[in-house]
């Protein structure tokens, strides 16, 4: 233990950026076959297109990418460059988490950070968020605001679960009864009681209300522009996304579900920015 101490704090910090990079490159892999009812673990890395395996060295995270432009070292196809923005991102959370976080807290933190990536990126492509990741995650992070994050604490934790998560659920009822359609789904509300959770109370407001506000913005993007943003997917049969789509009440609903723009990555959003600025945010907010 001594010896990792000693470790040179920039060395230390490019250590975590490394792992981060390879947490990363798991998201991925994770937000691709989850929904699709493939085993996170077997069998290796794949390519989408021609479903060889990838060699080692082109699944090295980042450098693979930018090596390779963005193609696959087998058949050439391209790459979604969102892959490689997730493995840069996730790397550059570890390294900040490390330099301004106690370890604990900054681990805490980052595995929030990393289960809001694979909610997002599921909830984009599927309109979908699986209660497999926010289910386990409600109770790690009360275990992880009592038991690593005193800045967080057990009551904060609970109090973010009830009121965050009590409050959108609320609020997608009345939608619901005044408009006759859902507005609000219930892995959003899981997912803001997962935030709640680990960021307590001020976490779980925030990533309301400002989730909120980015979620409008960019809802008045896509009506400027006059599209509708589908699914990448349709729903595939047995996994999760075609037991969430087969819950639709009716027709109208249903088409409804599959042009709406998905809450859950504005909220995923709002909750990394407190996840890591979370001290600079409370400094701003009590002045």
């Not at 209660?131 to 995650?137: D, K, L, Q």
């Not at 400002?210 to 522009?225: C, D, E, F, L």
Request: hydrophobic residues 55%; aromatic residues 12%; contains cysteine.
């Amino acid at each position: 233990m001594a010896a990792i101490m000693d470790v040179p704090r920039g060395i230390a910090a490019l250590i975590a950026f490394a792992f981060g990079a390879c947490v990363g490159s798991f998201v991925n892999v994770v937000a691709y076959r989850l929904p699709r009812g493939i085993s996170i673990v077997a069998p290796r890395s794949f390519c989408p297109n021609c479903k060889n395996a990838i060699p080692f060295w082109a699944n090295i995270p980042i450098f693979a990418y930018l090596g390779l432009r963005g193609r696959c070292a087998v058949c050439g196809a391209s790459i979604p460059f969102r892959y490689f923005l997730i493995e840069l991102a996730l790397a550059s959370a570890a390294a900040y988490l490390y330099l301004n976080f106690a370890p604990l807290d900054a681990l805490a933190r980052y595995l929030l950070c990393a289960g809001l990536f694979i909610a997002a990126l599921i909830d984009y492509d599927w309109r979908v968020i699986p209660n497999v990741i926010t289910f386990p995650g409600i109770p790690t992070g009360m275990l992880a605001a009592w038991w690593v994050m005193p800045e967080v604490g057990w009551k904060s934790s609970i109090a973010g679960i009830v009121i965050g998560a009590g409050f959108l659920f609320v609020t997608g009822e009345a939608y619901l009864r005044i408009r006759g359609r859902e507005g609000v789904g219930m892995g959003d509300v899981w997912l803001l009681g997962m935030v709640g959770a680990f960021l307590g109370l001020p976490g779980a407001l925030f990533t309301l209300f400002a989730g909120s506000i980015i979620g409008t913005i960019g809802a008045i993007a896509v009506a400027v522009s006059g599209e509708h943003l589908q699914p990448l997917h349709e729903p595939l049969p047995g996994t999760i996304a075609e037991v969430m789509a087969s819950a639709a009440p009716d027709e109208e609903a249903s088409r409804f579900l599959q042009t709406e723009i998905p809450f859950g990555p504005f909220l995923a959003l709002a909750a990394g920015i407190f996840a890591l600025f979370q001290p600079a945010l409370i400094d701003w907010y009590a002045r």
